[in-house]
Structure formats: C-alpha cells, structure tokens
C-alpha cells in the first residue's frame, strides 16, 4: 500500500492507495494546505506604497496561484469521490451493511441515545414548583414518570454498547481496506 504522505513527498500523479483514515487525514492535510496558500495570497496580492516611494511588492504569481489551488481542489474532488464511493460499496462483515449504511445507523442510533439520555435520567418522581420558601399557599405537585425510568437506563446502556460496538466495527474497516484513486 503506499501511504498518501510518501507519495506526496515523490510528487502528484498516478495510482494512489488509501484506507479511509489514511485518505482523511490527506484531505485534512490538502485543506491545510489550501487555507496556508489563501492566507498567503491575502497578505502578497496587495502592497501600499507611499507616494515617491520605490516599488518593491512581495512576491506574488496570481496565475500560479490559481492553478495551485485548482490543483488541490481537483485531488480532494477526486479523492473524496472514491472515500463515498468506497463507504457505499464496502459491507460491514459482522453486520453486513455498507460504510454508508452503517454512518446513517450511526446518526440515527446517537439520536436515540440523546432522547433516551433525556427520559433516564428523569426521577421517577419530581416535586415541582418553589414551595421551599413558604411561597406557595397551594398543595404540593409532584410530576410523575409515566414510563418505566429503569427500562429507559437499560435501553439508553444497550443503545450506548450498540454505537461502541458499530465505530469499532467502522473504525477496523476504516484503518484496514484499501481502495485506489487516480489522480
């Protein structure tokens, strides 16, 4: 396999390989990258000079510019179209679901966390209003769970060992499969 940051370093072109992880941490770099080059740009595309004063502005290549980061644009382009297409054809072994499948199931599972998170840790009695103070003339409310709590820490537990379960599944196939790019 030949790892994005060698292959950087021999210069752009040809058949890469990567692993999703690995192809991620290249796109985060590329993104770096790009940023470092506009930030450049922002500072050398413009100079003041005072009136008299000789002309000496940094140097700056608008055109070379350009084509760098058209260059950067069209490798994540192209390696961010592989990464989704390799997250649609990749299955899961244990699971037997894609890449793909298994981010929205992600998504979806986190989700049910939160509401469960939410309904566990309600007490199955709340007492309500601030009658603490002698303020409240009236009968003391309670709020009552109209659910079984420990049902809810149960099923928030086994939802929480679902997602481990599924990003140590994703994180395996992530740091392991290979698919190829051209560029």
């Known amino acids: 396999m030949v790892v994005a ?3 950087s370093a021999r210069g752009r072109g040809g058949r890469v390989e990567f692993t999703s992880a690995s192809a991620n941490k290249y796109l985060r770099r590329l993104q770096d990258e790009k940023d470092r080059l506009l930030r450049s740009e922002q500072e050398v595309s413009t100079y003041v000079l005072a009136e008299g004063e000789a ?3 940094p140097a700056y290549d608008y055109g070379a510019v350009r084509e760098k980061v058209a ?3 069209a490798e994540a382009r192209a390696i961010r179209h592989a990464l989704h297409r390799f997250n649609m054809q990749t299955v899961l072994p244990e699971r037997g679901i894609s890449i793909d499948e298994a981010l929205i199931l992600l998504a979806q599972l986190s989700g049910r966390k939160d509401r469960l998170n939410s309904l566990a840790s309600r007490q199955p009695r709340e007492r309500l209003g601030d009658r603490y103070f002698g303020s409240g003339n009236g009968p003391i409310e309670y ?3 109209n659910y079984d709590v420990s049902q809810a ?3 928030y537990r086994a ?3 679902e997602i481990a379960a599924l990003q140590l599944e994703l994180d395996l196939v992530n740091q392991t499969e290979v698919f190829s790019v051209e560029l």
Do not use: F, M, T
């Open 5 to 7: 940051i060698e292959w």
């Open 55 to 57: 002309a000496e502005p």
């Open 71 to 73: 260059q950067i644009d």
């Open 143 to 145: 709020r009552y769970a």
């Open 153 to 155: 820490e149960a099923d």
């Open 159 to 161: 939802v929480a060992d």
